[in-house]
């Protein structure tokens, strides 16, 4: 419980009290004030380092009042008479992140771009409102911009319901805010709120019908300071972090070095059998390759799969022309052209461990016909070793799917030989079914099975050491948890690490080296950053930081990747390369498995390569796929 009015050393208690039923995890601050090192190579800067607040000053003074304080590594407004503050810099395009915690009915707020040829900050300034939406004084919640802007779903979203993601009085709650000339953007707890142009037809309309109409230099200065507002209420902030923003809106890419490679396409001379540029209905059908694998049968093999639903297979040479198509099933497998499929379709495969005397292989697809995600077992033809017996097909496991997005899919035998499988949260945004921390949902899960024996009626067996197989409540087969949208896993074949990409929502794309029982923190967190509101789950440990995280301005949609373990290239050797789809940029990051650290990020091809996922064949070589209306999908590295 926090008190309403603070003097001397209750402001102390007001910064470091820590929420009885809250688990200390969810809002620790052993990491506060601090840069990742990801950040420090992007451009980030500190403007609180948690020890003094010499970045900052109060409007139209030179000095910081005494009524602000610096208390356990918090900005605490603790005292009557504090004043507005702002930054001793000025900034023009800028994005900032910071962590604020209001008091019990408190209010305060963030303005941009002030400048001080005013009586008042906000006079010049546009203020996100931060306060206590429970039992504050405004209808004008946290992270509004004060009678200009409010939170509004984006127009896809299956649930229009306005989205109020602030965290209660007493709590820690987060702000990342943008203000560019390409465009505004103010996210409150890892949640979108809205987005604005500062100057455009719209953004004048509000201001017009705002009490802001009155002042001729509202929101126009272009650059200013940034400020922190004291409204009379007691609040503190950390992890106050800002980032200057080019012109041309590009930010710094966080690496160490360019390794300057280009891609070229690994199997130039490669037709796939059977496979037509144009459909039945004379209509131009780009193909997606989405995995690439080879049988442990010392045939020189490797093995491709389309997310239309076909397998093909082919001798592992860069000479090879000629292609045989294992499996066809378009039928089967949900078109990830259809509206909203686009992460559908048939997204994982992989050879059993045993394939040479077995002659089994498993896919991850998306049903055609019903919402579910199925994994199922098919072997070789025995007249044929280039072609599946389709009446072979045995259903290992169905996962329902509430959405068509963040279906996961990507599977990986591991070196104990269980399977191991990526499922996403369920889809849409904001993890609607709470499916991240839900141990008794399998979705927003890695899971891990036996496909060789089964247990009871399912299709497959339970490890015994599985994490939770003997938690109550628990699905027995997630062996992690805590994940948004896995695109996609692998094991790197030396240390056997198994590495998995997590997509973000708004922010963060993650890497992740995923441990036995391991907890992701989705959707409490998004990387190492709050997410919604949603309550800390009892009884979930502690959430694992990822290894290297980027942010929205770096990159949108992460495809993880492998290690690379061929000798090739050598300086690849030992990396893990990874890719942003939407950026085109492929990166290469270096891991202490000693330490469990990302120790350098070097930039492998700067842009423009779509990269839908990484494949690995016997020799430990790595290759990439991208999408092609000429079949041309399959690409490796080169000098």
């Not at 208690?13 to 809250?22: D, K, P, S, W």
């Not at 378009?330 to 040479?356: I, T, Y």
């Not at 990387?527 to 800390?536: A, H, I, K, L, M």
């Amino acid at each position: 419980m926090f008190l309403l009015k603070f003097v001397g050393k209750c402001a102390v208690a007001f910064a470091v009290t820590c929420m009885v039923g809250v688990p200390h995890s969810a809002f620790a601050q052993s990491d506060a004030n601090q840069l990742s090192e990801a950040e420090k190579r992007s451009g980030w800067k500190l403007l609180f380092d948690g020890k003094s607040a010499d970045a900052w000053r109060n409007y139209q003074k030179d000095t910081l009042g005494e009524g602000w304080k610096v208390v356990d590594e918090t900005l605490v407004r603790a005292d009557q008479g504090a004043g507005d503050i702002i930054t001793k810099e000025k900034y023009d395009a800028f994005e900032l992140l910071i962590d604020y915690k209001i008091s019990h009915e408190g209010n305060s707020g963030l303005m941009f771009h002030v400048t001080e040829d005013n009586p008042r900050p906000w006079h010049s300034g546009p203020e996100i409102q931060i306060q206590d939406n429970v039992d504050g004084h405004d209808p004008q919640k946290a992270g509004w911009l004060y009678q200009l802007y409010k939170p509004t779903p984006p127009r896809w979203a299956a649930d229009q319901t306005p989205v109020d993601a602030s965290r209660p009085a007493g709590q820690w709650n987060q702000i990342y805010l943008r203000i560019a000339p390409q465009g505004c953007e103010v996210c409150l707890n890892g949640v979108r709120y809205y987005t604005f142009k500062i100057g455009n037809n719209d953004w004048n309309r509000r201001v017009s019908e705002s009490k802001f109409a009155k002042f001729p230099e509202f929101g126009k200065a272009g650059e200013g300071h940034i400020c922190l507002q004291d409204h009379g209420d007691h609040v503190a902030f950390r992890n106050i972090k800002v980032r200057r923003i080019n012109p041309d809106g590009s930010v710094p890419q966080p690496i160490d070095g360019k390794l300057e490679l280009k891609s070229e396409l690994a199997f130039p001379n490669l037709k796939l059998d059977q496979w037509e540029a144009v459909d039945d209905d004379g209509k131009i059908r780009p193909l997606r390759i989405l995995e690439l694998t080879y049988p442990r049968d010392d045939s020189n093999r490797v093995f491709i799969a389309s997310q239309y639903g076909e397998i093909w297979t082919f001798k592992n040479d860069p000479e090879t022309v000629k292609s045989h198509l294992v499996l066809d099933m378009r039928s089967e497998v949900a078109d990830w052209k259809n509206s909203g499929g686009n992460e559908q379709g048939l997204l994982g495969l992989a050879m059993h461990p045993d394939f040479k005397n077995n002659q089994k292989f498993y896919v991850y697809y998306s049903d055609a016909d019903n919402d579910r995600s199925v994994v199922s077992e098919f072997t070789m033809s025995k007249d044929n070793p280039n072609k599946a017996d389709a009446a072979t097909e045995r259903i290992v496991m169905v996962i329902p799917q509430p959405y068509k997005n963040h279906n996961g899919g990507s599977i990986e035998f591991g070196p104990d030989g269980f399977l191991y499988i990526g499922l996403g949260d369920g889809g849409d945004r904001n993890d609607p079914k709470a499916a991240g921390q839900n141990l008794s949902m399998l979705l927003g899960s890695i899971l891990r099975i036996d496909v060789d024996n089964r247990s009871g009626d399912k299709g497959y067996g339970i490890p015994s050491d599985n994490p939770f197989v003997n938690t109550p409540n628990a699905q027995p087969e997630i062996y992690a948890f805590g994940i948004r949208n896995p695109w996609r896993l692998a094991f790197d074949r030396q240390t056997g690490d198994l590495w998995m990409g997590d997509v973000g929502q708004e922010l963060w794309e993650e890497v992740n080296v995923v441990t036995k029982g391991g907890n992701y923190g989705w959707s409490n967190r998004e990387g190492t950053n709050s997410f919604g509101n949603r309550p800390p789950v009892a009884g979930v440990s502690d959430p694992i930081d990822p290894v290297w995280q980027y942010d929205h301005r770096i990159g949108r949609s992460i495809t993880g990747g492998r290690v690379y373990r061929n000798a090739r290239l050598p300086e690849l050797a030992g990396k893990y390369l990874y890719a942003d789809y939407v950026t085109g940029v492929v990166w290469a990051l270096s891991f202490d498995p000693e330490t469990k650290r990302a120790t350098a990020n070097e930039q492998v091809i700067p842009e423009g390569v779509q990269v839908l996922g990484f494949g690995e064949d016997q020799n430990g070589e790595i290759y990439f796929f991208t999408e092609s209306p000429r079949g041309e999908c399959v690409y490796r590295f080169a000098e």
